[in-house]
């Protein structure tokens, strides 16, 4: 019988704003998907069209979140690692191994291993790192309509140039991240940290 092993990735790690979302996949071997890769290298269109066959074709597919909030308490690394964790712990099928992007293991039931640039050499991660990115960006676009003039439709809340200079002109919102130095700097500036 073959082994069930679940891809996962996150997404969000380097932005100012918003949660960081973490994905897992447990891929059908039997409805391989063309065009898998890390999700960086897609475009937008390439994303969410993978991403709606990852949701359809694959055995399951969960995700798992830290909320800006959440990050500031633990640390972007122990956040991210919580979304993985939970990512894995929302799967309908229990895998019987779970291979992470990256360095670090979150902290799972099962046999886990992190590999170095996985989402660019293994199919359930690249799956992984796609349907995050594209919830994500979703998310993001949303978000954009609650808190106009940040840009967020358009760099995700990462710290662009334009990201930044609003966070001058606007202040913070409760969804950045109060201990990244960007938004930090504001908070000292204008004396409310």
Not at 10 to 22: D, H
Request: with cysteine; glycine share 6%.
């Amino acid at each position: 019988m073959e082994l069930l092993i679940a891809g996962v990735d996150e997404v969000g790690r380097g932005c100012l704003a918003g949660a960081v979302i973490a994905a897992a996949v447990i891929l059908d071997i039997n409805k391989p998907i063309a065009g898998l890769a890390d999700s960086k290298i897609l475009t937008e269109k390439k994303r969410e069209i993978l991403a709606q066959q990852i949701q359809q074709q694959a055995l399951a597919v969960a995700f798992g979140r830290s909320e800006a909030d959440e990050i500031d308490r633990v640390n972007i690394l122990q956040a991210s690692l919580l979304a993985m964790q939970r990512a894995v712990e929302k799967l309908s099928i229990k895998p019987d191994k779970v291979l992470v992007d990256g360095k670090y293991c979150p902290k799972v039931t099962c046999e886990v291993e992190a590999i170095i640039k996985g989402d660019q050499t293994v199919a359930a991660i690249s799956a992984a790192s796609i349907i995050a990115k594209v919830a994500r960006d979703q998310e993001m676009r949303n978000i954009d309509s609650i808190y106009p003039g940040y840009g967020f439709k358009s760099h995700k809340g990462y710290p662009t140039k334009f990201h930044r200079q609003a966070l001058q002109t606007l202040g913070i919102t409760p969804i950045h991240r109060k201990t990244f130095a960007p938004v930090q700097k504001i908070l000292i500036t204008t004396s409310i940290f």
